[in-house]
């Protein structure tokens, strides 16, 4: 009986010292509610990574090429439409794209369906991604707005860019100290620094994009597309060629699809770079963006001679500066 007695005791107390440990992050009305659904999650989870759906035998290795053609070309003409529309709007396309990556980063949560019961939750992480996008692409362009000097509320918004920053951080602090609710004050803080090393990362290369177009839109399509031909090039030898695995963390990787990309998007550099030194109507994509206009559709022109330095003859092929800096 002393035994039993003394196992009881041992197990109420584990007992309290879980309950404990898990309203430190969750109150337990939160944890009862959402428990069922993380459970039927991590059921539907597991299914489908040890019950596969299975494959038919009549399918091909390139059974899904034509759903891949279909949305790359649709993606490439929305592309096109960007491209030519200007720097300005080149920059915004950037912008959207990087916000949608943030919504999917801050949804990658296995508590996601929590996030509803905290006040304010998704307006504050949103509320410092947009601050350090402010932050970031107000230097970047400060440089081609200075026509917009001239209004006394933009020249202010330059001269004091760092205090205005400051008090909008210390804003958002004071917001999100209100928001915190008892039994979420571990999950809060931790979501906090999560939201906010994403916000700053994003952020920042956002304004190196912005950066590259603004320095000339061919700095911004040539490693666009120099992307989309590793990754179908990558499917293309990988399909044909591949059998070495490459990574367990995708295991549809080759190394042989690997290599064949990297050759052929060498290649590619090559050749892409070869067309804007060679077509005059593609030089102006090698002009930078020296003032801020929203009017879509212009065509730039600038002296370019600076690319074209050096010439170095390798068997046939001709090799300038811009050809051996992509190829790089």
Known sequence: ????????????????????????????EAEQKFKSKETSRLNSFLQKQFHPPEVKEGNSKFSDLKARTIWTVIMLLSFFVFIAAGQVYCSILVILILTC?????????????????????????????FLWMYFFNMRTIREITFSLEKYKIYHLMI???????????????????????????????????YNQLISIMLSFVCSLLISNIMNGLFWFVLPCGMVICNDVSAYIW??????????????????????????TTIIYAYVMSHFFIKFDFLQSFLCPMKEL???????QTCD????????????????????IHTMV
Not at 105 to 127: A, C, F, M, V
Not at 293 to 299: D, E, K, N, R, V
């Open 238 to 263: 990988g399909r044909m060629f591949g059998k070495t695995k490459l990574t367990i963390l995708s295991p549809k990787k080759t190394v042989e699809g690997y290599v064949g990309a990297l050759i």
């Open 304 to 323: 370019v001679s600076h690319y074209l330095k050096s010439h170095t003859q390798v068997f046939s092929f001709d090799f300038q500066d811009l050809n």
């Open 101 to 129: 990556i943030f919504m999917e980063l801050t949804n990658l949560n296995k508590y996601r369906d929590r996030n509803n019961e905290i006040k304010w939750y998704y307006t504050i992480g949103y509320y410092f991604f």
């Open 159 to 193: 001269k004091h860019h760092n205090f205005i920053c400051f008090i909008l951080l210390c804003l958002g602090l004071i917001i999100f100290l209100k928001s915190l609710q008892p039994g979420y004050y571990r999950y809060q803080v931790s979501s906090f620094g």
């Open 1 to 28: 009986n002393n035994i039993n007695a003394n196992s009881n005791a041992n197990e109420n107390n584990k007992k309290e010292e879980i309950e404990n440990a898990t309203a430190t992050c969750f109150s337990s």
């Open 293 to 299: 206009t929203f009017s879509p559709f212009l065509i």
